[in-house]
């Protein structure tokens, strides 16, 4: 059924985000809320919040070890989200809990005396988030980019690049490609020219694709939602004050849908996707690949890291992180080729 009329998302909310690809949701949840949220956060990391001397990693993903409903922690938040996919039947179980995997970018003292903002033309970590599927113009895996800010995100305080030309970008390239391709954008028989980020980085420095770069700063307690084709990166900490966030899992049960019937039922995620590609439809468009489960690296490394925060909670002296999915994520994806874990391949 189609949404004839919108609770959460403002008119003007709406345009900004067919026009940019983003909205930001001011207020989703209080500062007391992001401190009950985040309280357990320095023991995890073995670090002390009042010593930077303590904050061995510049940036770090942290696993999840504990979920929240966010139709109760963030009701504000979750009515957009909704909104923006179509409605809340169209989105899985999975979608309503927010984890307690905090991306926390510490930045460093060395960043702090340089001054220097690194612009987004520098960066090495521009992507589109999904590492666990193959991925189609339609897939249902990631169905937005939810960005919680649990702190302050501050201008050129580690906040979230991002590149909205990026989203026509991948559309055309995903369009082009019905047989799928890895997260990382490459073909079959690609993966070894195209294994980390080059592909996305490669679009980010042609000037005739990707013009218009933004960071995503917030108040504690916003919430920012991205189209799920956005491309963005961690950009550089140049304050050196902690900024946490998460990366909240939006899920939908079927795919999006590219040419419906009545064009009334496209969901705005969807209607943003057929303005980019510059049409009203893909009448006859369907993928011609398998919809297969992969299984990354990543995942082996934060089952080790979630061990270690667990000793941490339990008073063990383990020493402090020194390792994370970002710092090691060049090794890891190397070994992300077009091999789906028999174990969990499975359709969507």
Sequence with gaps: MAITKYEFLTPDQIAHFMTHGWVRIPSCFTPQQATEWIKDLWTRLGYNKD?????????????????????????????????????????????RFWGDNFIVNFGSEKLKRRGRAVGPRELDNWHVDGDTFVHFLDSPNQGLLVIPCITDVLENGGATYICPDGIGVVARHLRDNPEGVTPYMARRGEESRFYEFQWFCEQVKDPEKCRDFQQ?????GDVVLLHPLM?????????????????AFVCLK?????????????SLVERKTLKELGVDSLSGWMIKGDRETLKPGRERIHERMK??????????????????????????????????DQATAQSV
């Design 51 to 95: 010593d930077p001397s303590t904050w061995v990693l510049k940036k770090i993903n942290m696993p999840v070890l504990n979920t929240l409903d966010v139709r109760e922690f963030a009701p504000k938040a979750w009515g957009a989200i909704c909104e923006l996919c179509g409605g809340e039947e169209r989105l899985s179980e999975i979608s």
């Design 216 to 220: 995503m700063t917030g108040k504690c």
């Design 231 to 247: 491309m963005h990166s961690a950009s550089r900490n140049v304050l050196h004050v902690p900024r946490i966030i998460t990366n």
């Design 254 to 266: 079927e795919p999006f849908n590219f040419d419906r019937e009545d064009p009334r039922e496209y």
């Design 307 to 340: 061990e270690m925060e667990l000793r941490r909670l339990a008073g063990e002296d383990v020493g402090p992180v020194a390792d994370s999915g970002v710092e090691v994520h060049r090794e890891i994806v190397k070994g992300l080729v077009w091999k789906p």
